[in-house]
């Protein structure tokens, strides 16, 4: 054990149940157990009689803080890790089911998604949608967890400028910098990282994972 490991960090690094535990023995020994035994001996005062009911609550509190702290570390370890296998599971999708469910997702949205369009062929454009009188063209990232920058969205956007869009939508299941948010902002530019996609395609993509492992 470090030298330097204080009382705080030796609880907050054993295991939850134990400083539970210790917590408990405690408060019944402070509550309960030394007034009783002080109450036996007639060299202790009612002062002193009071003192362990009075530590019992602190003692145990001071065992219990920790508790709070490793099971909001452990609760965040666990939902990172969820994420992780949700962003792994949609980047095992092929091609064609991935377009498929994000193409059903906008759907639900109010967006329709012609079959076939001239925009298809662009190796630039995964997907075209239309809502009313304006045309929108998305490109999905979702194989590269990576962090995407303003060079790629500044590259859509020239894009769209040049098909005639209304706008653009740019998904991914990793991350875009500042840089890249910034230059999206006050343009008709969506950006979708990795926790919005996951919101975005919710239940449509556990459903195609679920239906390609039975």
Same mark, same amino acid.
């Given at each position: ?12 690094? &054993?295991?939850? *149940? ?39 609550? &602190? ?30 599971? &949609? ?51 979702? *194989? ?71």
């Amino acid at each position: 054990m470090r030298k330097d490991l204080n009382f705080i960090d030796f609880l907050a690094q &054993i295991p939850w *149940w134990l400083s539970v535990s210790l917590s408990v023995t405690f408060y019944v020994v402070l509550k309960f157990l030394v007034p009783y035994f002080a109450a036996q001996s007639l060299l202790v005062n009612e002062v002193h009689v009071s003192f362990g009911p009075v530590l019992a609550p &602190i003692v145990a509190l001071a065992f219990l803080s920790p508790v709070t702290f490793s099971l909001f570390k452990f609760n965040r370890k666990k939902k990172l890790q969820d994420f992780k296998e949700e962003i792994q599971s &949609i980047q095992d999708l092929s091609w064609q089911e991935f377009k498929e469910i994000v193409a059903e997702a906008y759907r639900g949205s109010g967006y329709i998604i012609p079959e076939n369009n001239v925009f298809t062929s662009d190796p630039s454009v995964d997907l075209i949608m239309r809502k009313g009188a304006n045309l929108y063209l998305v490109q999905c990232r979702y *194989w590269q967890n990576r962090k995407l920058g303003k060079r790629e969205v500044k590259n859509l956007f020239t894009l769209m400028h040049d098909k005639q869009a209304s706008g653009v939508f740019l998904l991914s299941t990793g991350i875009f910098t500042n840089e890249a948010r910034h230059y999206a902002l006050n343009r008709p530019i969506t950006l979708v990282d990795g926790i919005s996609l996951l919101k975005l395609l919710g239940k449509d993509q556990r459903t195609s994972s679920s239906e390609r492992s039975n």
